[in-house]
């Protein structure tokens, strides 16, 4: 979202000329493709944390630019709300003590910028959706001065016909006649990436959409937006409706919306790239001076701006990414799936469970994804975003329940405690993580299981307290809660071991 475009009035020759070269950029990716042009493997990761402006009451901060300049790091970047900053981690070989140095590179990373936002009056709170966050604090006026996010939000609105509305339907109900784009800058997320080969690509892609759910299960962490408690992990419906191109009619007609799960399992990158240009007409049709196919037959290696401008304004779950690292091409996929929060041992606990995991389901003989309808991967993944840790996911086990195989519905947790964890320790084993590392954040894992509880059910369950208990009222406590978070947050003990109210 980040990336810097010239904002310009699209007319028909320019979206003609994009489609065009859009699909010079998937010709030219085919071809790379087939004459293996691509980095050889490299066990490489990398993660992106969205992160929250708040002061010291716990109410939105619109300061991302001042906090910014405090820190003066170019880790740090703007995000879409003026109330959000980006900070990115350089990509690290997926080995030895990876986590630990994560973790302590976030840390210091993160206790820096807080001591820097300080002196703008700002302090940053890693959650998924900032429950302090009113629908006044999303207007236009709150968006990030950059020339991409006033565009892209021009063509949503242009491609709508109509004013983006919410309707979100879970513990309460929330619905919303009129939102900005902005809406969608309250949720902050976790995104992982993971180096792979061509050839790998479709079995990391497939088995990460498969784990989609179990992750979502365990790390939720956005139950409140705009006052309303709803999802368990709201975001993945926020940025459907919020982000949403189609009008009622077009949905009707069965248009996919450009904030999706999929509908299919892959063969290759190529799949998700040429199902953009199929599917998705351009928000941002901006062409580059390169002509890939010159710059590939005369040796060189192809930026394929538009195919990546495009794949930008998708929002996958998991997202497809072509990238030049030191004049080399590669692919990776990017888990897009999981909130931010709620402290740096959590998120590199996350980041264990999906490592681990998503390696060994990528290698398996016969791979879930053989054994699990899309269909269903689909709807476990929102029945997670909807239940959170609570959450019951369909899922193929053998002899389960006294039967011989098949997909069955199981609770998260002892999926996750009996099936899932075990593989993720196999996979962090075999990527090389040591054992110290391995069982320090899959332990935290693994206590989130036993104690059914994450951050969702951390800020449901004192929220309720400080209401029950203490008769304050609905912004008070929504308050109350976010400050005890941050405290809790920069403690840095995982959510597990946190008191309730």
């Keep these: 979202m980040g990336e810097k475009v010239v904002a310009t009035r699209a007319d028909l020759s320019d979206r003609q000329m994009y489609r065009r070269k859009l699909q010079s950029c998937l010709d030219v990716l085919e071809r790379m493709l087939r004459e293996n042009r691509f980095d050889r493997p490299r066990a490489v990761m990398g993660l992106e944390i969205e992160l929250n402006l708040a002061d010291e009451q716990g109410q939105p901060l619109m300061r991302n630019e001042q906090v910014l300049g405090a820190i003066a790091s170019s880790d740090f970047q703007t995000e879409l709300g003026q109330f959000n900053i980006e900070v990115n981690i350089a990509p690290h070989r997926l080995t030895g003590h990876v986590l630990e140095e994560l973790r302590e590179e976030i840390d210091t990373g993160l206790r820096y910028a807080d001591r820097k936002a300080a002196e703008a009056g700002a302090r940053i709170v890693m959650i998924g959706i900032l429950p302090t966050l009113e629908h006044d604090h999303t207007g236009l006026e709150s968006m990030s001065h950059n020339q991409r996010y006033s565009l892209l939000s021009d063509q949503i609105l242009a491609a709508r016909g109509e004013d983006i509305a919410l309707d ?284 059914r509880t994450n951050g969702a059910a951390w800020q449901s369950a004192t929220f309720h307290q400080l209401r029950e208990r203490f008769g304050m009222d609905r912004p008070a406590a929504l308050a109350a809660m976010t400050r005890r978070y941050a405290e809790y947050m920069r403690g840095g003990e995982p959510v597990h071991t946190w008191p309730v109210g």
């Design 168 to 451: 979100i339907e879970g513990v309460e109900r929330l619905q919303l006649e009129s939102v900005t784009m902005v809406a969608e800058a309250a949720a902050t997320s976790l995104q992982m990436h993971l180096q792979v080969t061509p050839e790998r690509f479709s079995s990391v892609w497939n088995a990460a959409q498969a784990l989609s759910a179990a992750q979502v299960a365990l790390g939720a962490n956005s139950p409140f937006l705009f006052g309303r408690e709803l999802w368990r992990e709201t975001r993945p419906v926020l940025f459907q409706q919020a982000c949403d191109t189609r009008s009622a009619e077009l949905k009707a007609q069965g248009v996919r919306p450009i904030t999706w799960f999929g509908e299919r399992w892959v063969d290759s990158a190529l799949d998700l790239f040429a199902e953009n240009l199929r599917y998705f007409p351009a928000l941002l049709p901006i062409c580059d001076d390169e002509d890939p196919v010159k710059v590939l037959a005369s040796g060189g290696i192809p930026k394929l701006a538009e195919m990546r401008l495009h794949n930008g304004t998708i929002y996958r779950w998991n997202r497809p990414v072509y990238d030049i690292a030191d004049g080399v091409p590669h692919l990776r996929v990017e888990n897009r799936v999981l909130p931010a929060g709620p402290t740096v041992a959590d998120t590199l606990a996350n980041a264990a469970f999906y490592y681990g995991l998503v390696r060994v389901l990528a290698e398996q003989p016969r791979p879930v994804w053989t054994r699990l309808p899309f269909l269903q991967a689909d709807e476990n993944f929102h029945n997670a975003a909807r239940h959170g840790i609570g959450a019951v996911l369909q899922w193929p086990r053998a002899g389960w329940g006294g039967r011989g195989g098949g997909v069955t519905a199981v609770p998260a947790v002892d999926l996750v405690l009996n099936d899932l964890l075990p593989l993720a320790y196999q996979g962090l084993d075999e990527w090389g993580v040591v054992p110290a590392d391995r069982d320090r954040y899959l332990g935290i894992i693994e206590q989130r299981c036993l104690r």
